[in-house]
Nanobody, 115 residues
């Protein structure tokens, strides 16, 4: 059974940076596809970034060039480096892991970008 715990959220000013972490329990971490989602107040949850088991990545257009997703399989941890933050990045950010038969979610970490 996989458990995911996000951390690293908080308050940042526009133009600032934050680094989110997602620590995963369970085995075969390196074999699984993982994503960062976010949900802003009053809006649908959206996919922000994806990283495959092979290391391939994709990003929603609004964060391309500003965010970088990565994973450290030895530490069972996924990261989201967020640079040049904008007010519209404010949301709860969720870690997601997908196996062949199940998907798992963390509890989320709040990111607030405000001056």
């Amino acid at each position: 059974q996989v458990q995911l715990v996000e951390s690293g959220g908080g308050l940042a000013q526009p133009g600032g940076s934050l680094r989110l972490s997602c620590a995963a329990s369970g085995n075969r971490f390196s074999a699984y596809r993982m994503c960062w989602y976010r949900q802003a107040a009053g809006k649908q949850r959206e996919l922000v970034a994806y990283i495959g088991s092979s290391g391939s990545t994709n990003y929603v257009d609004s964060v391309k060039g500003r965010f970088a997703i990565s994973r450290d399989n030895a530490k069972n941890t996924m990261y989201l480096q967020m640079n040049s933050l904008k007010v519209e990045d404010t949301a709860v950010y969720y870690c997601n892991l997908l196996t062949i038969s199940s998907e798992f979610w963390g509890q989320g970490t709040q990111v607030t970008v405000s001056s």
